[in-house]
């Protein structure tokens, strides 16, 4: 089954890390990161620059709409995800639960519906 680990979390403000205690959590995201690897479970894994650097677009009307910034003006916003294939919903919520992420921010478990493997569309 696949799942995202979606770390959600304000952009700045309470439960910030600070510049001191940046080195440590990146070794434990290292640690962690490389804990899924080995166990086979880990899909993709990617840290988000900050949600004013995002760009939004849509096509309405035939016709294309760029806007700077996020989709939504939200204090909390989706910092990071970790999409891994495990075998139940209880494996996703140990794996989140390991996640340094959840130290200062949230961490939803979300499971995908559908998936592009192998050239096609497959359900879960």
Same mark, same amino acid.
């Given at each position: 089954?696949?799942?995202?680990?979606?770390?959600?979390?304000?952009?700045?403000?309470?439960?910030?890390?600070?510049?001191?205690?940046?080195?440590?959590?990146?070794?434990?995201?290292?640690?962690?990161?490389?804990?899924?690897?080995?166990?086979? $479970?880990?899909? #993709?894994?990617?840290?988000?620059? /900050? +949600? %004013?650097?995002?760009?939004? @677009?849509?096509? !309405?009307?035939?016709?294309?709409?760029?806007?700077?910034?996020?989709?939504?003006?939200?204090?909390?916003?989706?910092?990071?995800?970790?999409?891994?294939?495990?075998?139940?919903?209880? $494996?996703?919520? #140990?794996?989140?639960?390991?996640? /340094? +992420? %959840?130290?200062?921010?949230? @961490?939803?478990? !979300?499971?995908?519906?559908?998936?592009?493997?192998?050239?096609?569309?497959?359900?879960?």
């Amino acid at each position: 089954m696949r799942f995202s680990l979606l770390i959600i979390k304000a952009e700045s403000g309470e439960g910030d890390v600070s510049e001191e205690e940046l080195p440590p959590f990146r070794e434990l995201f290292d640690a962690y990161a490389a804990s899924l690897q080995e166990s086979g $479970a880990l899909i #993709a894994a990617d840290i988000f620059r /900050p +949600a %004013a650097e995002s760009t939004t @677009v849509t096509l !309405r009307g035939g016709s294309r709409q760029v806007q700077d910034g996020p989709y939504l003006d939200a204090v909390e916003t989706l910092s990071g995800c970790f999409v891994i294939d495990v075998p139940n919903r209880a $494996a996703a919520l #140990a794996w989140a639960e390991k996640c /340094p +992420a %959840a130290l200062y921010a949230v @961490v939803e478990v !979300r499971q995908a519906a559908v998936s592009f493997r192998e050239g096609r569309w497959r359900e879960h």
